[in-house]
């Protein structure tokens, strides 16, 4: 049972544009939730998180939403550069399971120039 | 700052040898976490440890996979006997506990058994 959903492969979208990355869950446990990108060959890298007693949280070109009562989160990216090509996780955490994220299966985001 | 370092960065070895793989937390993280990536299952936890101590170990596949942490500084996870389907790439991540849930990854060791 996949308790963190991205149902989205992958997304290509253009450079300039707004690229919105989706993510379900499925654990009404899960408090706090974070986004990482992740490049070849490399670790993921936090991005942006978000708690559950917020519904929007803004970082420049980045904006995660939160929305509790249907179990959904999006990210957004405004506007979207070529650099931004990456694989995006989206992770979850219950604050009584000791920090263990549960990610979703990755969306593979292409930015054209 | 010296991130969290991984070795080695890649293994190729031959399905019943014993494999290795080497972590080392960035200094001060009290939480440590094994991550196993593969196109199948996505990214999904093995174990994790808060200072030094296993806490959830449900996610190691079989007992072919044991993990430790001597010290605060290093951790390792071992297979015994390896076998193909546990090529994948295996990430560590550290976190200091009760601060943020953030977690900082390795950049990973890409595991090929043949």
Known sequence: DQQVKQNSPSLSVQEGRISILNCDYT?????YFLWYKKYPAEGPTFLISISS?????EDGRFTVFLNKSAKHLSLHIVPSQ???SAVYFCAASASNQG??????????LSVKP | DAGVIQSPRHEVTEMGQEVTLRCKPISGHNSLFWYRQTMMRGLELLIYF???VPIDDS?????RFSAKMPNASFSTLKIQ????????????A?????????????????????
């Not at chain 2, 506990?97 to 043949?114: A, I, K, N, W």
């Open chain 2, 50 to 52: 808060n200072n030094n």
């Open chain 2, 94 to 114: 550290s976190r200091l506990q009760g601060y943020s849930y953030e977690q900082y990854f390795g950049p990973g060791t890409r595991l090929t058994v043949t």
């Open chain 1, 99 to 108: 920090g263990k994220l549960i990610f979703g299966q990755g969306t593979e």
């Open chain 1, 53 to 57: 007693i917020k519904d929007k949280n």
């Open chain 1, 82 to 84: 070529p650099g931004d």
């Open chain 2, 59 to 63: 996610g190691m596949p079989e007992d």
């Open chain 1, 27 to 31: 654990n009404s446990m899960f408090d």
């Open chain 2, 81 to 92: 006997p390896s076998e193909p389907r546990d090529s994948a790439v295996y990430f560590c």
